[in-house]
């Protein structure tokens, strides 16, 4: 009886390392993703026409790059980010669409129940005028079911700055 | 039984519950494991974050680069009110040679500035995390 104590908790120990390592793995490669894809905002574009909307939890913008191709494009393409439930197990994601279609690539991030975003213009002075967004704070809440207690999921939160690049190379 | 199998029995025990009781322990751990992890990710993120806006600046040419060395050389704290922290940014910028290798003699016209962003402050982050980026003058 012991014995078998020991290797069910040996196990679940596994378990949660392995849960905690690949979430954090999720969160930073989520990060990237999200940061990428801001900065290939407004490519093509003249710098106080990227922005289409800004809201606290959705944005949208133009761009002549072609996120799912990751090539640049002759034609122009809508850019949104937003949480939005999916029809997966998974529930809730951050979706990524390109003209009202999930990117094949990074269309859907999971395990992000929230995403809170802050607007700032050139000189970082915080703004909510879509013309003079050129950087943006985005606080993500992450939130995963432990594998030893679905009922008591874990969260965590990570702020992330990112830039127009685009609109900087054009300059601000 | 007699009193030798009686105390390997008591050993047992003992070296089970001893076990049992270290492995509890780490996985009441776990959630502050998830929590440290975090605070790592954040100060990579901040670093990002501060070398990206260096590089923003220089490409809008709100910043020139001669006076990158000026300018980001500086200690500054960030307190993020969702992990309940304050990061200590710490941001050193030098001219260097081509390699991002210290320069023998101070020349404050060379054409490689190097940037070093060190994040420190909460007990969670063991050690500080740090990131450089190398920037090259280009247009003459």
Not at chain 1, 100 to 127: V, W
Request: aromatic share 10%; with cysteine.
């Amino acid at each position: 009886m012991m014995m078998t104590t020991f290797q069910i908790q040996l196990q679940e120990s596994a378990v949660r390392i392995q849960y905690v390592s690949s979430m954090i793995d999720h969160m930073d490669v989520a990060a990237s993703k999200v940061n990428k894809t801001f900065a290939l905002a407004g490519v093509g574009m003249p710098v106080d026409s990227v922005c289409v909307y800004a809201g606290t939890n959705r944005v949208q913008f133009r761009t002549f790059w072609n996120c799912d191709s990751d090539t640049l494009s002759a034609t122009r393409h809508i850019i949104e980010m937003k949480i939005d439930t999916t029809s997966t197990a998974f529930g809730k994601a951050l979706i990524i669409t390109q003209d009202g279609a999930p990117l094949e690539n990074l269309g859907y991030i999971f395990y992000i129940e929230a995403m809170a975003l802050k607007y700032f213009d050139r000189d970082g002075i915080e703004t909510a005028q879509l013309a003079d967004i050129r950087s943006a704070d985005v606080l993500f809440t992450f939130r995963r079911d432990s594998p030893w207690n679905p009922g008591s999921p874990l969260r965590s939160n990570l702020q992330v700055k990112c830039f127009f690049m685009n609109s900087y190379l054009k300059g601000a | 039984m007699n009193l030798l199998e009686m105390i390997l029995a008591l050993l047992a025990v003992v070296l089970f519950t001893t076990l049992s009781l270290s492995y509890n322990q780490s996985i009441w751990r776990q959630t502050d494991y998830i929590n440290n992890a975090t605070i790592v990710v954040q100060a990579s993120q901040l670093c990002h974050a501060i070398l990206d806006e260096a590089d923003a600046k220089l490409f809008s040419k709100q910043l020139d680069i001669s006076n990158l060395v000026t300018t980001y050389n500086f200690t500054r704290t960030q307190t993020y009110p969702h992990l309940s922290e304050t990061f200590v940014i710490q941001s050193v910028a030098v001219n260097c040679d081509s390699l991002g290798g210290n320069l023998s003699t101070p020349n404050p016209n060379s054409l490689f500035k190097r940037v070093v962003v060190t994040v420190s402050g909460p007990g969670a982050l063991r050690r500080p995390y740090s990131m450089t980026r190398l920037y090259t003058k280009t247009n003459m």
